[in-house]
């Protein structure tokens, strides 16, 4: 039994990587586009790209692991089943009890795993993402998130920034351009523009206030209202310009940085209590998803371990909206903090039973 074990165990850890590492793979480039974007615009700097890339890791895991054991386990056992291989093992004397209380110890270790992540790991490491990204070397660094030749407009709209060149370590800027709103007012015909020219610009920043400025090195300046002739032309040696760079919202929400002693002591708030919910009900869906991948995976030889895959992965995308919606009808107050996303894990249940009764009827 103790070979039968470590073949099994193979089996599905290989598939059960294989099918994370994939899509994990694809994931991770999904991000890495989106981040490349906010580079563009002038969102993220590029010197923390792959710091926050690597932040996303273990939030994926924890979406990915639950799909992994399920197709791991089908994609194995099916392939057992269309070979014959499985009724060897039968004959053996690993009947089904035993091959679904191997499945449960395995899922159980998945689960524990996907728990850890959610109710520790990934509270910490929104945290961490969150000061990447709104510290001042990276929200607050202005050369950092420019483009050379490119026209750079603030969120807000108050602040125009063009360079020509960079330096390689990004820490200075040749030929620079910026206008910036002075009042912000809201008559357009009434705004009062400054506009600097200056052949080279680097950032510092305020050792008392620990403000940005944006210094200008051999420019000109120039203040007035567009449309009026009333403007001062002012040339200077060094100018530095005071940088209020808006704050950048994070990818997740502010609920998962949260930790698990503070969502339970908050947990009369819907919305906490739902995100609480969520971490724990991840792992439970890992543990019923890998139970569920045991009677599914059973198939005919002539039938192709393939062959399940299209249910199966319908049954999952069911599975997850149900906890999606769950969860926001509970952050909606549709439905008691009681009852919350727990109802979902016992249809599944149910459905688990009786996927398993019809699996033993239809060998018997």
């Given at each position: 039994m103790v070979i039968i074990t470590r073949y099994?165990?193979?089996e599905v850890l290989n598939a059960l990587l294989a099918v994370t590492s994939v899509l994990l793979l694809a994931l991770?480039?999904?991000?890495?586009?989106?981040?490349l974007n906010y580079i563009a615009i002038?969102?993220?700097?590029?010197?923390v790209f792959l710091k926050l890339l690597s932040f996303e890791i273990p939030y994926l895991l924890t979406l990915l692991l639950p799909i992994g054991l399920y197709l791991g386990i089908l994609l194995a056992y099916g392939r057992l089943y269309a070979d014959n291989e499985m009724a060897v093992l039968q004959l053996s004397g690993f009947n089904q009890k035993r091959l679904l209380r191997f499945t449960m110890w395995i899922a159980i270790l998945v689960s524990l795993l996907v728990l850890f992540l959610m109710l520790w790991i990934n509270p910490w490491v929104s945290v961490k993402q969150r000061q990447a990204m709104e510290s001042d070397e990276?929200?607050?660094?202005?050369?950092?998130t420019m483009s050379p030749g490119r026209f750079q407009v603030s969120p807000d709209g108050s602040r125009?920034?063009?360079?020509?060149k960079l330096s390689r370590d990004r820490e200075r800027a040749e030929t620079v351009f910026l206008a910036q709103d002075k009042n912000n007012a809201d008559n357009t015909e009434q705004r009062s523009w400054m506009l600097v020219l200056a052949n080279q610009g680097y950032q510092v920043k305020n050792k008392i206030s620990h403000e940005p400025y944006f210094v200008t090195v051999d420019?000109?300046?120039?203040?007035?209202?567009p449309g009026q002739n009333d403007y001062k032309v002012i040339q200077f040696k060094k100018y530095a310009v005071r940088v209020n760079q808006p704050a950048t919202h994070t990818i997740h929400q502010e609920d998962e940085t949260l930790s698990m002693t503070q969502l339970y002591n908050d947990y009369d708030n819907p919305k906490r209590a739902a995100e609480l919910q969520w971490r724990i009900s991840l792992a439970i869906a890992t543990f019923l998803l890998g139970l569920l991948a045991v009677p599914l995976s059973c198939v005919r030889p002539r039938q192709g371990r393939?062959?399940?895959?299209?249910p199966a992965v319908l049954v999952y995308i069911v599975y997850m909206q149900m906890l999606y919606m769950a969860r926001?009808?509970?952050?909606?107050?549709?439905?008691?903090?009681?009852i919350g996303l727990w109802w979902v894990h016992g249809v599944m249940f149910i459905f688990i039973m009786l996927a398993l009764f019809l699996s033993a009827r239809t060998r018997a």
């Open positions: 099994l165990s193979r991770l480039c999904q991000q890495a586009v989106r981040y002038g969102k993220v700097p590029t010197d990276a929200t607050l660094h202005l050369i950092q125009v920034l063009y360079v020509e420019g000109y300046r120039y203040e007035g209202t393939y062959a399940i895959l299209f926001h009808w509970m952050v909606q107050g549709l439905v008691p903090i009681a």
